[in-house]
Antibody
Framework: QVQLQESGPGLVKPSQTLSLTCTVS??????????WNWIRQSPGKGLEWIGY???????KYSASLKSRVIISVDTSMNQFSLSLSSVTAADTALYFC?????????????WGPGTLVTVSS | QSALTQPASVSGSPGQSITISCTGT?????????VCWFQHHPGKAPKLIIY???KRPAGVSNRFSGSKSGNTASLTISGLQAEDEAEYYC???????????FGTGTQVTVL
């Protein structure tokens, strides 16, 4: 059973860069069957898809965040990471990583528990 | 494209059935039959409970059922139990441009 776990600073100052890592266990991130995603939930709001990365490095980002987001992968560590630059209070959210099965109905079949990031000085 | 629309809250008594709607447009839910439903208890990982509109992953209770008609998907929880109190989100792949949309979320309260 694959498990995902987010990690990173819980507090980031405005204008700085938010950096999070998702560690995958119980399965290989190098499988060609999955996209590896970042998703967030802002306080009082719904879920927002941020972007994904394929194990080979291919990415796709949400149009609204594209100018500030970079998702990278480290297959040797079985991890992928999120970098979100120039953060503001609006980026305060619970950040999730999740696996999307490309070959089974494009389903987000496994998620991490999420990590709360607060943007504040 | 905007988020899919869900009611903010739905409540019911134990044993009752409730239905949560998820409304999109002809460009997203009306085009793709790939709606998923996720259950989220605070502090835990969201859990996939329905995919492709009405299929249940292994291990998910048959009290959860899903359907879709036109631009609207629905999740029905039958025989409501206290453990069903959680936030529920719909979500769907919506094509290579926007890629993925989520619903606004519905808080289910068991009275």
């Amino acid at each position: 059973q694959v498990q995902l776990q987010e990690s990173g600073p819980g507090l980031v100052k405005p204008s700085q860069t938010l950096s999070l890592t998702c560690t995958v266990s119980g399965g290989s991130i190098s499988s060609g069957d999955y996209y590896w995603n970042w998703i967030r939930q802002s306080p009082g709001k719904g879920l927002e898809w941020i972007g994904y990365i394929f194990y080979s490095g291919g990415t796709k980002y949400s149009a609204s965040l594209k100018s500030r987001v970079i998702i990278s992968v480290d297959t040797s560590m079985n991890q992928f990471s999120l970098s979100l630059s120039s953060v503001t209070a609006a980026d305060t959210a619970l950040y999730f990583c999740a696996r999307l099965n490309i070959h089974t109905a494009m389903i987000l079949d496994s998620w991490g528990p999420g990590t709360l990031v607060t943007v504040s000085s | 494209q905007s988020a899919l629309t869900q009611p903010a809250s739905v409540s019911g008594s134990p044993g009752q059935s409730i239905t949560i709607s998820c409304t999109g447009t002809s460009s997203d839910l009306g085009t793709y039959n790939l709606v998923c439903w996720f259950q989220h208890h605070p502090g835990k990982a969201p859990k996939l409970i329905i995919y492709e509109g009405g299929k249940r992953p292994a291990g998910v209770s048959n009290r959860f059922s899903g359907s879709k008609s036109g631009n609207t998907a629905s999740l029905t929880i039958s025989g409501l139990q206290a453990e069903d109190e959680a936030e529920y989100y719909c979500g769907s792949y919506v094509g290579s441009s926007t890629f993925y949309l989520f619903g606004t979320g519905t808080q289910v309260t068991v009275l």
